[in-house]
């Protein structure tokens, strides 16, 4: 499979935004930098980190004490010196490490409860709708006519029906002799 010869040219952006701003730097993004430093730093609150250090340490020192003379690079009587210059030197690289991953979490947070503010925004402007229509339709059922009211009105027409039938259906006259 042959690669593109434009090594610059991504895909996950608009076209706009594909060339590099500073053309003449070459190397990692602040974005990988970030990612390797923020891995490097979430390895370093493991146990396995942590026994692993242990290990090497309890190896470094088993060996600068077990070996023999001509062997040993450090020694044990100054206090392992440059066990402790290694240690002194990884924990100055892990503190800022550790903040740099901290502050890349803060602004994940910062991005995500600015996510959140708004969809908290678009879920009260859907519930205020709602309200509205809920009290809309409440306001058009109370216009319309219940089951009581439509039966009431059809036995005061169907008695009205009945009345004005009612001369029709006697045909006695006044004045005829019933006795």
């Known amino acids: 499979m042959a690669r593109d010869s434009r090594s610059d040219v991504r895909l ?14 070459k190397g990692p993004s602040r974005d990988r930098f970030g990612r390797a430093t923020e891995s490097i730093a979430r390895n370093m609150g493991t146990p396995y980190f942590l026994i692993a250090l242990t290990l090497f340490c309890v190896a470094w020192m088993g060996y600068n004490t077990l070996a023999p003379l001509n062997l040993r690079f450090d020694s ?5 010196t440059a066990l402790t210059l290694i240690l002194s030197l990884q924990a100055s690289y ?5 903040l740099l991953a901290q502050n890349r979490q803060d602004d994940r947070d910062r991005v995500q409860v600015e996510q959140d ?11 205020e ?5 809920v ?45």
Not at 76 to 80: E, K, R
Not at 136 to 155: G, N, P, T, V, Y
Request: charged share 40%.
């Open 94 to 98: 892990a503190a800022p490490l550790i």
């Open 117 to 127: 503010r708004q969809r908290a925004e678009r879920n009260l402007a859907d519930t």
């Open 129 to 133: 709708y709602l309200a509205r229509e």
């Open 12 to 25: 996950d952006s608009p076209k706009g935004l594909r060339t590099r701003v500073l053309s003449g730097r």
């Open 76 to 80: 044990a009587a100054i206090g392992f």
């Open 135 to 179: 009290v809309a339709l409440r306001l058009a059922m109370k216009d319309m006519a219940s089951k009581d009211f439509i039966r009431d009105e059809l036995r005061s027409l169907l008695e009205e029906l009945d009345r004005r039938d009612e001369p029709e259906a006697s045909p006695e006259a006044p004045g005829s002799a019933r006795d």
